[in-house]
């Protein structure tokens, strides 16, 4: 007859057992975006990324990891020697070459889907949960997000009016790079319940100093980066 100790020792190494085996099937995970990284830490499978691209600044723990480039340049001989079982990829990644030599080589390549506004943030945070085989904890993530969104929504909705923003990438070597149209930027600037100061081009382009002056923010918002940088 089983004493209780034997069962209770039974049941932790059957539990050791479970956990042990979940690692296993867990992959090693290379991540390119930022958003991705950071949904991939938050729903707790950080510790399964062996790198990311420069754009993953957060957490710390993402920050500290190998680089492999900046997501639209990057290289097949990079990624490859990291040996990942599975790359998670924002939809910009590439150039598209050099996706597919990653593909042939045999890795398996997923990509989250394409947008910046907070519909778009639980679309890849369900995308992760999914392909991570944790959808429990996706779906308490995407909760807290939608929560927090209407909150900070709510508040926002108070304020009396949408100042002007613009909304520089980088400064100091030639013309800085402004944030137009159909843009991450732009759509935190939106979202932040600012108007871009920028209405005459999409995407990311130069702007001379007297074009920056003449559309006359009332707020310049820089990366942390360029700021350091000065």
């Not at 990942?84 to 080589?105: F, N």
């Not at 909304?167 to 732009?186: C, E, H, Y």
Request: charged share 20%; glycine share 10%.
């Amino acid at each position: 007859m089983l004493t209780r100790r034997a069962i209770l020792l039974g049941g932790l190494c059957a539990g050791i057992a479970v956990q042990s085996a979940m690692a296993r099937d867990m992959p090693r995970l290379l991540v390119l975006g930022g958003d991705l990284a950071e949904i991939v830490f938050a729903i707790g499978a950080g510790d399964r990324v062996v790198a990311t691209d420069d754009t993953a600044l957060w957490p710390p723990e993402a920050a500290a990891l190998p680089k492999v480039g900046y997501p639209r340049r990057l290289s097949a001989e990079g990624m490859l020697s990291l040996a990942p079982d599975l790359i998670l990829s924002s939809a910009d990644a590439g150039p598209p070459a050099v996706m597919d030599q990653v593909r042939a080589a045999g890795l398996r390549v997923v990509t989250a889907p394409e947008g910046w506004g907070v519909e778009a943030v639980l679309a890849k945070i369900a995308f992760v949960g999914e392909v991570l085989g944790l959808e429990t904890r996706a779906a308490a993530l995407a909760q807290e997000v939608s929560s927090g969104m209407a909150s900070l929504e709510r508040n926002l909705a108070e304020l009396p009016d949408r100042p002007s923003v613009l909304f520089l990438m980088s400064v100091g070597k030639g013309p800085p790079i402004a944030a137009g149209r159909d843009t991450a930027a732009d759509e935190m600037i939106s979202l932040a319940h600012g108007r871009n100061a920028v209405e005459g081009f999409a995407g990311y382009k130069p702007l001379s100093a007297e074009a920056a002056v003449a559309l006359a923010p009332e707020v310049v918002v820089l990366p942390d980066y360029v700021t350091e940088a000065a």
